[in-house]
């Protein structure tokens, strides 16, 4: 199963475009369909510290790009692809209409690819000590 993804990068091509999409939307694509109301957010589950719908997202990409590229060279540069784009695509919310930044969603974006790193480098180890 693990494969599926590094045989079929387009998924999570895909799944980045659908992301930057969502994000870059003035208001709320999903609210939009799910409510008739652009400007209702849908949430997963409830928010503490950070946001969790964007711990979710953020996470699921991740978890995708690790597994799109877990045998090739790139891991690190897709890292910090997915660090880079988690801060810049929360920093454009500053100029897009009737979305606005917010510290709790720039955390979550962090924590969901940062937790990702952390168990695929943990998992990679266990791997290389296995053999």
Do not use: W
């Amino acid at each position: 199963m693990f494969n599926f993804f590094s045989k079929y990068k387009i998924i999570f091509y895909l799944c980045n475009f659908i992301l930057i999409l969502l994000y870059l939307f003035p208001g709320s694509l999903i609210g939009c369909y799910l409510y008739d109301d652009c400007k209702l957010q849908p949430q997963i589950t409830r928010d503490y510290i950070i946001s969790s719908n964007h711990l979710y997202a953020f996470g699921v990409l991740s978890i995708i790009g690790f597994l799109t590229f877990k045998n090739s060279k790139k891991l690190k540069y897709l890292s910090v692809y997915l660090i880079v784009i988690s801060i810049f695509l929360e920093l454009f919310h500053n100029f897009i209409p009737d979305r606005s930044f917010e510290f709790s969603d720039l955390f979550g974006n962090l924590a969901g690819v940062i937790i990702v790193i952390i168990v695929f480098n943990v998992f990679e180890k266990y791997e290389n000590a296995k053999n």
